[in-house]
C-alpha cells in the first residue's frame, strides 16, 4: 500500500486509491471508489461507490461525494461544502436511478460551504465562492458567487482575478503570472503560459 489511511477510516475492499494519497479521521471510502494519487481526503469525508476522483485533488473536512459526482485532476473542494445527486429527494420514494451526473473539471474551486446541485458540470479552473449554491452549469475560468449562484468575473489559472468584462470581447494578463487570457464569444480562453 502506497498510501496512508488513518486507522480510523474505513476503506471498503475494492476502492482504488493511488500512490501518495491521504485518507485522515474517520473517512469512509467505498469499494467501487476511484481515487488518483497525491490526493487529501480530510476528516469525516465519504467518497462514494460510483465515484471518480483525479490526482491531486484537495477534499476538505466534511465533504461527502455521492455517487455520480466526477471530480477531475487539481480540484479544491472547501471544508463542507455539498454535492447532491438527486435533483427532488423525498425520503419515502426511492430515486437511485434517477442520479443526475455532476463534472468538476480540472483545477476547479469549489469553496467552503458552497452547494452544488447535482446534474451541473464546473468548468476548468472555475472558482465557486464560499456558500454559494450552483444549479446550474459554470463556465472554465468563471468567478461565481451568491445564492443562487452568479457570475461576477473571470479568475486566473493561478487564482486572480482576471480583469475582463462578463460579455463581448477582451483580453487580460494574470498579474502573478503574466500568463494571458482572451475572452470571445462568452468564454475565456488560456492563449500563453
Not at 472547501?78 to 419515502?92: D, H, I
Request: charged fraction near 20%; hydrophobic fraction near 40%; charge should be negative.
Amino acid at each position: 500500500m502506497d498510501y496512508q489511511v488513518h486507522p480510523s477510516a474505513i476503506v471498503d475492499d475494492g476502492a482504488q486509491i493511488g500512490a501518495n494519497t491521504r485518507v485522515w479521521h474517520f473517512v469512509h471510502v467505498c469499494g467501487g471508489a476511484k481515487i488518483g494519487s497525491g490526493c487529501s481526503l480530510g476528516q469525516n469525508v465519504f467518497v462514494g461507490n460510483r465515484v471518480t476522483i483525479g490526482n491531486n485533488v484537495k477534499v476538505q473536512n466534511n465533504v461527502s461525494i455521492y455517487d455520480n459526482v466526477f471530480v477531475e485532476d487539481d480540484v479544491f473542494c472547501g471544508p463542507s461544502m455539498v454535492f447532491t445527486n438527486v435533483y427532488n429527494p423525498r425520503s419515502f420514494i426511492e430515486r437511485k436511478t434517477e442520479y443526475r451526473d455532476t463534472l468538476v473539471k480540472r483545477g476547479a474551486t469549489l469553496g467552503a460551504n458552497c452547494t452544488i446541485v447535482c446534474g451541473v458540470t464546473i468548468g476548468e479552473y472555475a472558482l465557486v465562492g464560499a456558500g454559494a449554491v450552483i444549479n446550474k452549469d459554470v463556465k472554465p475560468f468563471a468567478l461565481v458567487v451568491g445564492v443562487p449562484g452568479k457570475q461576477i468575473g473571470w479568475i486566473s489559472k493561478y487564482g486572480e482575478q482576471l480583469t475582463l468584462p462578463l460579455q463581448g470581447d477582451g483580453e487580460a494578463t494574470c498579474p502573478h503570472t503574466g500568463d494571458i487570457y482572451v475572452l470571445r464569444d462568452g468564454l475565456v480562453e488560456l492563449i500563453s503560459k
